[in-house]
């Protein structure tokens, strides 16, 4: 995308926005190598659907088997980097007067890329906590291993279908979807609530809203600038 291609109403709002909100989704972490979630999972995770493995019924019923499950994606993280994409949300973090990165990613990549007032809506896959009491425990042996202190099994800092979002994160997102002039929705397919609710807050609010996905979304209707194309090659071409 050169800079022609972007409409001369968005370059401007780029330009003199004060107040910058983006919501993203696993599309972000795409060409990083982290499988989005709605990708085919690859190997012995194939079978297996991530709606449902990502839910504490899967959790109580198989505990060793979802914990493989983070185990590996874990292991795809650990050994992915920050994009383009990561690292120009985090350059518009120092830009923008103010700006608000709400993820739905439980990667960790925006902060390696160096964004600071990221909230992590959906938690964090680096980060185990115990069980039954949520406090924050150092994964031993064991799969899963058990919580020192009361014997539970750990379980990833992440929020499950059907569980709460982490208290206040989205509160804080709505604020920030509330009071923003653009928001940006990259690479999240627009289908898990509460977070999918925010887009839809921000331009109801006033925000001029632009959508960055090489796809269509449930998200797309609602949005004033459509950039269909990858994050890492969009994002770029817009702030530099
Ligand atoms: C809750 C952490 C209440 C775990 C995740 C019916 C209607 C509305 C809501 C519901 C409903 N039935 C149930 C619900 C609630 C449910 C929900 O929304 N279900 C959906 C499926 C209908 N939501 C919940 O359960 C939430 N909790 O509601 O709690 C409550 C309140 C009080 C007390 C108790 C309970 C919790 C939802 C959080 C679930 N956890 N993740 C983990 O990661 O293991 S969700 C997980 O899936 C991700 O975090 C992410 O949010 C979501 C996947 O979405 P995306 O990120 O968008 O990824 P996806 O793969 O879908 O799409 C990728 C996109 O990227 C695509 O569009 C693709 O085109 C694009 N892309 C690809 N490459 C690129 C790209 N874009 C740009 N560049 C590229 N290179």
Redesign the pocket.
Known sequence: MGQAEIPQELAGALRSAHAVAALT????S??SGVP????AQTGLWERFD??E??TPEAFSRDPKLVWEW?SW?RGLVARAEPNP?HRTLAELERRVPRFTLIT???DGLHRRAGSENVIEL??N?LRTVCSAERIPREPGEGSPPRCPHCGAPLR?D????????PPGALEEASEAARGCELFLC???????????GLPREASEAGALLVE????R?PLTPLADFVLC????EVLPALFT
């Open positions: 989704g696993s599309g972000v795409a060409e989005t979630f709605r990708d991530p709606q493995l990502a983070y994606r994409a739905q990613n439980v959906h938690g896959i990833p992440v929020v499950w279908f059907g569980e709460a979002l990259v690479g999240t397919s627009g289908l898990v609530y509460p977070a999918a960055i996905n090489p796809e979304t194309g990858r994050a890492g």
